[in-house]
């Protein structure tokens, strides 16, 4: 952090900086807090012709974005947009079906395909987004962060190889296997477009940036660090010569004690831990690296209750107090009541 932010420090900055303020409770935004489970939502998606022109419509996007914002007490929206605008950049053909969700040309099936795509494709093509992030910058609440995203490459590969949502990553671990030299090549490129992709963003308003690698806990130890640290410490290095007053989130979901490696080896200021990671764990090993986010279980949302109660009374017991943003382990289910989420983020906030 730097001066940047110190003469107007939003509570959700202050967690990263001197200025933050240990006995307020923590900073709250949830992973997928715009979707389904919206009401307004399913009726603004219903005004786009398809998902892909729903994220390339920057009033729609950008709509998207501040429902939740309107609706709950959270410090930070998040850009409405996709991971997978990344692949659709680059020239890969990518469409999202109900029910079924992502559908891409695959690279598994088709050789001849990657060496068609390429990120000189990707500039312009993604201007779209860059003006929902300053539509939405224009429109914020000036205490409420704004942060921009993408896939981080080992994840977006692994749609791209697959063609779709795989039950367990398989032909992407297969690709990684047989074709190790292509995978390195695609994460490359993935990296040359990324870097620029982020930079729109930042430049158009978005103050924290999140890299999303769902799927770094498929791999074994070794390849993380080729597939998962490499590519991800290049895109903060990067990032971090030009912008050093943006803070970078980690989520590499599901990787358990390799949290620590990866924050300490690719340079992330906040890592993202998912569900399965002991609060208490997170407070002795990684607090002191770094500004944890997470860590409640998005069924226990859907559930409500006591239950909810319980997983933010354990929270405070252990990460309150510390360099902490108070979240979910992955993101907000399609079917869960929009009233436990508003009941959640109030419980957050309330200090015993
Ligand atoms: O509110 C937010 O979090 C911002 C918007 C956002 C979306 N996707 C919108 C979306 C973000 C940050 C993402 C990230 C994303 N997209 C990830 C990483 C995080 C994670 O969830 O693991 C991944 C793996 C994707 C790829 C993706 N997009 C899949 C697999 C699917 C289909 C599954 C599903 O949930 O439907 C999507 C579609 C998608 N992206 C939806 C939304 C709101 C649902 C589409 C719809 O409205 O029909």
């Given at each position: 952090m730097?001066?940047?932010?110190?003469?107007?420090?939003?509570?959700?900055?202050?967690?990263?900086?001197?200025?933050?303020?240990?006995?307020?409770?923590?900073?709250?935004?949830?992973?997928?807090?715009?979707?389904?489970?919206?009401?307004?939502?399913?009726?603004?998606?219903?005004?786009?012709?398809?998902?892909?022109d729903f994220c390339f419509t920057p009033s729609l996007a950008a709509e998207?974005?501040?429902?939740?914002?309107?609706?709950?007490?959270?410090?930070?929206?998040?850009?409405?947009a996709d991971i997978l605008l990344v692949p659709y950049a680059l020239g890969q053909s990518v469409r999202f079906e109900e029910n079924i969700g992502p559908v891409l040309e695959s690279?598994?099936?088709?050789?001849?395909?990657?060496?068609?795509?390429?990120?000189?494709?990707?500039?312009?093509?993604?201007?779209?987004?860059?003006?929902?992030?300053?539509?939405?910058?224009?429109?914020?609440?000036?205490?409420?962060?704004?942060?921009?995203?993408?896939?981080?490459?080992?994840?977006?590969?692994?749609?791209?190889?697959?063609?779709?949502?795989?039950?367990?990553?398989?032909?992407?671990?297969?690709?990684?296997?047989?074709?190790?030299?292509?995978?390195?090549?695609?994460?490359?490129?993935?990296?040359?477009?990324?870097?620029?992709?982020?930079?729109?963003?930042?430049?158009a308003g978005a103050e924290v940036i999140q890299l999303f690698d769902t799927w770094a806990g498929d791999l074994s130890e070794f390849d993380f660090e080729s597939y998962v640290i490499k590519p991800t410490a290049e895109i903060v290095r990067r990032l971090r010569s030009k912008y050093p007053h943006v803070d970078i989130i980690g989520f590499p979901r599901g990787v358990g004690n390799l949290y620590v490696d990866y924050v300490k080896r690719t340079g992330v200021s906040g890592i993202s831990i998912d569900a399965s990671v002991e609060p208490s764990w997170a407070a002795q090993h990684l607090c002191p690296l770094g500004v944890v986010q997470g860590n409640i279980d998005p069924e226990v949302v859907v559930l409500g209750g006591e239950v909810m109660e319980a997983s933010v009374a354990r929270l405070r017991e252990t990460l309150y107090g510390l360099r902490f943003i108070a979240g979910l382990g992955h993101g907000i289910l399609p079917h869960t009541p929009p009233e436990h989420v508003a009941e959640l983020v109030d419980e957050i906030r309330r200090m015993p």
């Open positions: 730097t001066e940047h932010y110190l003469n107007n420090t939003k509570h959700f900055h202050s967690v990263f900086s001197d200025e933050i303020n240990f006995s307020r409770p923590p900073p709250v935004w949830f992973m997928r807090q715009a979707g389904r489970y919206l009401p307004e939502y399913k009726s603004l998606r219903a005004q786009a012709k398809d998902f892909l998207a974005t501040l429902q939740p914002i309107r609706r709950f007490n959270f410090d930070a929206a998040i850009l409405f690279l598994s099936g088709n050789p001849t395909l990657l060496s068609r795509l390429s990120p000189d494709n990707v500039m312009g093509c993604l201007d779209c987004v860059y003006e929902t992030v300053s539509r939405v910058k224009s429109e914020l609440p000036s205490d409420v962060a704004l942060i921009g995203f993408a896939g981080a490459p080992w994840t977006v590969a692994t749609y791209m190889i697959g063609g779709r949502s795989t039950k367990d990553r398989a032909p992407a671990l297969a690709y990684a296997s047989r074709k190790p030299q292509e995978l390195t090549f695609l994460l490359d490129m993935l990296v040359e477009a990324t870097v620029p992709y982020l930079e729109g963003q930042i430049k």
